[in-house]
């Protein structure tokens, strides 16, 4: 069996970074930050939908998301991810029932190497890759993934991932720990959601 997963909100945790760089953002276009609970609470349940600059014009918004999307793929950004303590003994308990791929929709695949490298988890993942970031190509891209297995799991902590695997016809388990509630997750496709990667292992190893 294949298990391709997520780096981002399944592997490593974003939380942390992601208001990190919030905050730096805000900073840089003049608006005042939200606190933690606040930001991380409108990203998972909204996504970019959400009202992380009250009563700002589109254009200050557009130049916040810019900011933000170059802080969170910069190499210092991506060395800001957690990891679960118990990460390595999750994956290795997955090694158990197929072989583990990684994939992202980051555009810092080099940083991510490194990160997986620092926390020694390289290990376990057959290969690692960035995924398109047309989300028209993707679908082909996780079929040849999933092509030395008939039976293959995506998970994914992210509603785009989500549809992109549904698209390749994969089964979709979603993680609602990153940046996606559960029923993002549900109305993207995910058959089931678990709340962090573990559950998957333990229901795995339940049969």
Known sequence: MNIILEFDGVTADQQEAWYAAHSAATQAVGWSKLDSATFWRLMRTKGRQADLLPAARPVKLAEYWTKFDQLVESDEWV??????????????????????????????????????????LTRFFKQFERLDADPRRRPAELKLLAKSSPRTIMVSASDALVRS?????????????????????????????YRELAELAQSLQNG
Do not use: W, Y
């Open 165 to 193: 695997a549904g698209s390749a016809e994969l089964v979709t388990v979603g993680i609602s720990t990153g940046s996606c509630t559960g029923p993002r997750l549900h109305q993207a496709g995910a058959g089931v959601v």
């Open 79 to 120: 060395g800001k991810l957690t990891v679960d303590e118990d990460c390595s003994a999750t994956l290795m308990a997955l090694t158990r029932h197929g072989e583990l791929r990684l994939v992202t929709l980051g555009s810092n695949l080099e940083a991510r190497q490194k990160f997986l490298a620092k926390h020694g």
